[in-house]
């Protein structure tokens, strides 16, 4: 699907729901139930190729992993790049342009522990090369003032308004403020921010879809939570295991054959949404 279909999933009416996935069976099995797009989680793939999170995964490790995710699905994917693993402007856009190559249409970049002005070069350097290529890219880019504590309450919002203006500069299209949790406060980022896309990040306790949608969020990302909590099912099952209990193995387990369906040659050239096999 183009660029230009995943830019309009952005314009509603309906959220853009990105249950995130981590390597190329999570993201073919999101596909296939019905996912409109798919997003990777920084965290999970990070963990999934033996990495801790934050800016530790090698470039070449991430785009074997692109790769694998780009060559089975269909749906626009978009890519989690954290802060770009650099800290030059110049080979953060060089990244992107072989993410570009490899079929992605969007990317996540953080601020971060670095500052607003650092960010907003990485963005301009990756928008000018871009444009360039003759390419489009949807830029997302996360600000972390809530999951850092930079500022509370009335400040938190002014902080990120204040950042979304710096990156809609340098030329990002969408915002991406995990850690915010009420609608007054998504109301006055999304307010003010527009026409740029306001995406938040699953968290307990969040206001229901109607009041997300009516507070001008246009995008729900799970972050890392489908990866955690297949991680902690993981590691119970394997304990359990290990201390000769099998009476949970089987339990709300994939079907072998449906998996394997998934990868078949002619799923793989189709849309096969909302596969009901599994």
Not at 11 to 29: F, I, K, M, V
């Amino acid at each position: 699907m183009s660029i230009q279909s995943f830019r309009n999933l952005h314009r509603g009416p309906e959220l853009l729901l990105l249950p995130n996935a981590w390597d190329a069976l999570t993201a073919r099995l999101i596909e296939s139930l019905g996912a409109k797009a798919i997003a990777t989680t920084s965290a999970g793939l990070a963990w999934s190729r033996g990495y801790a999170d934050g800016n530790a995964l090698p470039e070449d490790q991430l785009l074997a992993a692109i790769r694998d995710i780009a060559r089975v699905v269909r749906v626009p994917l978009t890519v989690d790049i954290e802060a770009g693993y650099s800290d030059d402007p110049a080979a953060v856009a060089r990244l992107v342009a072989r993410l570009l190559a490899a079929g992605v249409v969007g990317i996540n970049i953080e601020d971060g522990e670095g500052s607003p002005e650092l960010l907003c070069k990485k963005i301009a350097a990756v928008r000018d090369g871009v444009a360039h290529s003759g390419a489009d890219l949807f830029i997302n880019t996360r600000t972390d003032v809530y999951l850092r504590g930079v500022a509370q309450g009335d400040a938190a919002v002014e902080e990120v308004i204040r950042r979304a203006g710096q990156y809609r500069a340098a030329g990002c299209d969408g915002l991406f403020v995990p850690g915010v949790s009420t609608a007054t406060a998504m109301a006055a980022i999304s307010a003010a921010i527009e026409p740029m896309s306001l995406n938040i990040m699953a968290v307990p306790n969040l206001p229901s879809m109607d009041t997300l949608k009516t507070s001008g969020v246009r995008r729900l990302s799970a972050g890392s939570a489908i990866a955690q909590a297949a991680i902690g099912r993981t590691r119970h099952l394997a304990s359990s295991f290990l201390t000769g209990s099998m009476s949970e193995l089987f339990e709300a387990s994939a079907d072998y054959g449906a998996m394997n369906r998934l990868f078949a040659a002619g799923a793989l050239q189709v849309d096969t949404s909302n596969l009901t096999a599994l």
